[in-house]
């Protein structure tokens, strides 16, 4: 099965810093890479899907790259509704593996 | 609009089997997608737990196969998650979800609220 090491676990930063978040997978995964953002007591919510593609409705100060192994989330400009758990996702062979999480928190 | 709705026991004693059954609705299980579910332990990330797909096809978490099963109902549309030989391990919230179709992959997109199962005696 792939494995996702994500980092870092936590990070706190200000409303306006630019975030990365990174994910690596122990194989090529082909860009079948997404991205979630998870609040407490809400179902997680699709951000990014095959790597860079932004899914509707999600603001553009979301963006993500990478592939092969390596992939990136990138917040340009932190807001105060952007506090929250992020996870990465592979879909390789019909096989899902999340990332461990990285928690956003204020600074 | 497609709506999940997980049910089922909220304390299973340990040994025995966890058993949840996802409600949809706005959309035939069987006319496509891969359905799931996901589990994430107080404290801890999320998992994915096993997958059907529409025409019942069933793909499971390596570390989970030899006690999962996922089943469908379509005449209820409805699919279910079996746990066999629970233990406290396996508490966590319990979330049913849809893997929509993106270019070539699949991700979760709609989701149930998810449920609270706690393995305890």
């Known amino acids: 099965a792939i494995q996702m090491t994500q980092s870092p676990s936590s990070l706190s930063a200000s409303v306006g810093d630019r975030v990365t978040i990174t994910c690596r997978a122990s194989?090529?995964?082909?860009?079948?890479l997404g991205w979630y953002q998870h609040k407490p007591g809400k179902a997680p919510k699709l951000l990014i899907f095959?790597?860079?593609t932004l899914q509707t409705g999600v603001p553009s100060r979301f963006s993500g790259v990478g592939s092969g192994t390596d992939y990136t989330l990138t917040i340009s400009s932190l807001q105060p509704e952007d506090f929250a758990t992020y996870y990465c996702l592979q879909d390789y062979s019909y096989q899902w593996t999340f990332g461990q999480g990285t928690k956003v928190e204020i600074k | 609009q497609v709506l999940l709705q997980e049910s089922g026991p909220g304390l299973v004693k340990p040994s025995e089997t966890l058993s949840l059954s996802c409600a949809v609705s706005g959309y035939s299980i069987s006319s496509g997608h891969f359905w799931g579910w996901i589990r994430q332990p107080p404290g801890k990330g999320l998992e994915w737990i096993g997958s059907i797909y529409h025409d019942g096809s069933t793909y499971y978490n390596p570390s989970l196969r030899s006690r999962v099963t996922i089943s469908r109902d379509t005449t209820t549309n409805r699919f279910s998650l079996m746990l066999f030989s629970v233990t406290a391990a396996d508490t966590a919230v319990y979330y049913c979800?849809?893997?929509?179709?993106?270019?070539?992959?699949?991700?979760?997109?709609?989701w149930g609220q998810g449920t609270l199962v706690t393995v305890s005696s």
């Open positions: 194989q090529g995964v082909r860009n079948g």
């Open positions: 979800a849809r893997l929509g179709d993106y270019d070539r992959w699949h991700f979760f997109d709609y």
């Open positions: 095959a790597a860079s």
